[in-house]
T-cell receptor, first 116, second 111 residues
Framework: GAVVSQHPSWVICKSGTSVKIECRSL??????MFWYRQFPKQSLMLMAT?????????EQGVEKDKFLINHASLTLSTLTVTSAHPEDSSFYIC????????????FGPGTRLTVL | QKEVEQNSGPLSVPEGAIASLNCTYS??????FFWYRQYSGKSPELIMS????GDKEDGRFTAQLNKASQYVSLLIRDSQPSDSATYLC???????????FGQGTRLTINP
């Protein structure tokens, strides 16, 4: 399967600061990728879908001005949590769509964000 | 009704037995189905994908799909303690690239 990396793997920040999370596909190029959030003991919640070169599509209830997604290239996407608050503390995971015909998603290792 | 439903468990199975995980989905037009395993504190990893009715085997894992019943399952033979994890069923809804995940079933294999 494809290899996806995320950086940082964990981050602790103060309330009100912004945090940028990078997601890279290391061995393939993907037009579409996804950002998820997972709270403890809950399932994955899709935040947004992004296609390289165009604006991200956010799921209902996700604030696009708070969670900024930049899909800069076919191998790099970033998620910036702006003005983070303790309720934004979560496990953030990106995934790349492996494309046709299987459309398998390959997940990064995740970034654990703790906002104090 | 949730789009993808799983029994959250926990499901407890003795080592060496068969673990059976079930998933139902609501979108009849769905074409692609996936099982992911997630260890605590880690991201999901793909176990199996299945696209047509019937069984698909890969080592100790067998995925079963019944589109008429809108049901997909995962069997794990000769269960090992290392299989203890949360198993996520994911369905690609017709006309969409995104996956819809079930809430996951927590599986514990008892030595």
């Amino acid at each position: 399967g494809a290899v996806v990396s995320q950086h940082p793997s964990w981050v602790i920040c103060k309330s009100g600061t912004s945090v940028k999370i990078e997601c890279r596909s290391l061995d393939f190029q993907a037009t579409t990728m996804f950002w998820y959030r997972q709270f403890p003991k809950q399932s994955l919640m899709l935040m947004a879908t992004s296609n390289e070169g165009s604006k991200a599509t956010y799921e209902q209830g996700v604030e696009k001005d708070k969670f900024l997604i930049n899909h800069a290239s076919l191998t790099l996407s970033t998620l910036t949590v702006t003005s983070a608050h303790p309720e934004d503390s979560s496990f953030y995971i990106c995934s790349y769509d492996g494309g046709a015909p299987t459309d398998t998603q390959y997940f990064g290792p995740g970034t654990r964000l703790t906002v104090l | 009704q949730k789009e993808v439903e799983q029994n959250s468990g926990p499901l407890s199975v003795p080592e060496g037995a068969i673990a059976s995980l079930n998933c139902t989905y609501s979108d009849r037009g769905s074409q692609s189905f996936f099982w992911y395993r997630q260890y605590s504190g880690k991201s999901p990893e793909l176990i199996m994908s299945i696209y047509s009715n019937g069984d698909k085997e890969d080592g100790r894992f067998t995925a079963q799909l019944n589109k008429a019943s809108q049901y997909v399952s995962l069997l794990i033979r000769d269960s090992q303690p290392s299989d203890s994890a949360t198993y996520l069923c994911a369905v690609q809804i017709q006309g969409a690239q995104k996956l819809v995940f079930g809430q996951g079933t927590r599986l514990t294999i008892n030595p």
